[in-house]
């Protein structure tokens, strides 16, 4: 019995080693010189096939702890550097299109879209990818209808939290003309005698905000 067996398992590594293998219905060369090689190569092949975006993220975070770095500006090019550039514009386009359709889309969509093929990135490297595109005011994020900062302390949570990511809106952000943001901060520094006014859209309507509820 021990010899069949052990005759079985030589014709089986034989045929692996000399047989032909498929993938997604094409033809693939295979060359190994080891069973386990020729299927690290075979599974390899497949994994690239089925999620051809994968290499989109190859600079990963580890931690909560990274993501609270983005959003708060400090170390986005150490934990997020250049590598991701496709993910982040991958993730832009896809909002700026559901924006042109006027779909929403929330993070749960994001995570669900983002972890299945054809990219199969991981849920805490989508929650940062999103956390860079808000970071850098490329995105705005809305709970429950209003406005998420990125130093919001349960921006977090509505990035990976289950019950969070559904009633978090992820949307393109529209940046108002910089000859309207020009004139604003004119008429604001000549309405509240104040000419420390940020150039930064978000800071000055901070600011603005602030001068208002002064004034009252």
């Known amino acids: 019995a021990k010899e069949r067996e052990k005759t079985a398992a030589n014709l089986l590594k034989d045929a692996i080693l000399r047989g032909t293998f498929f993938i997604s219905g094409e033809r693939v060369q295979i060359r190994a010189s080891s069973v386990k090689d ?3 190569q075979a599974l390899t092949r497949l994994v690239e096939d089925v999620y051809s975006k994968l290499n989109y993220v190859s600079s990963f975070v580890q931690s909560d702890q990274d ?9 986005v ?9 496709l993910a982040l514009e991958e993730m832009r386009q896809y909002l700026e299109i559901r924006a042109r359709q006027h779909r929403t889309v929330t993070m749960a969509e994001m995570q669900k879209r983002y972890q299945s093929a054809p990219y199969g990135w991981r849920e805490i490297d989508i929650a940062a990818l999103t956390a860079h595109l808000l970071s850098g005011h490329r995105i705005q994020l809305l709970y429950a209808g209003a406005p998420l900062a990125a130093n919001d302390r349960r921006t977090p949570d509505c990035l990976r939290k289950r019950t ?10 529209v940046s108002a003309p910089e000859a309207l943001l020009k004139q604003a901060r004119r008429q604001a520094a000549e309405l509240f005698n104040s ?3 940020a150039t930064e859209e978000e800071a000055f309507c901070g600011q ?3 001068l208002l509820s002064q004034a009252q």
């Open 195 to 197: 000419m420390d006014l």
């Open 208 to 210: 603005l905000e602030a």
């Open 77 to 85: 090019q150490e934990t997020m550097p250049a590598p991701n550039a």
């Open 164 to 173: 969070e990511t559904e009633k978090t809106v992820v949307r393109q952000k």
């Open 67 to 75: 993501i609270l770095q983005i959003l708060s500006g400090q170390a």
């Open 38 to 40: 020729a299927l690290d």
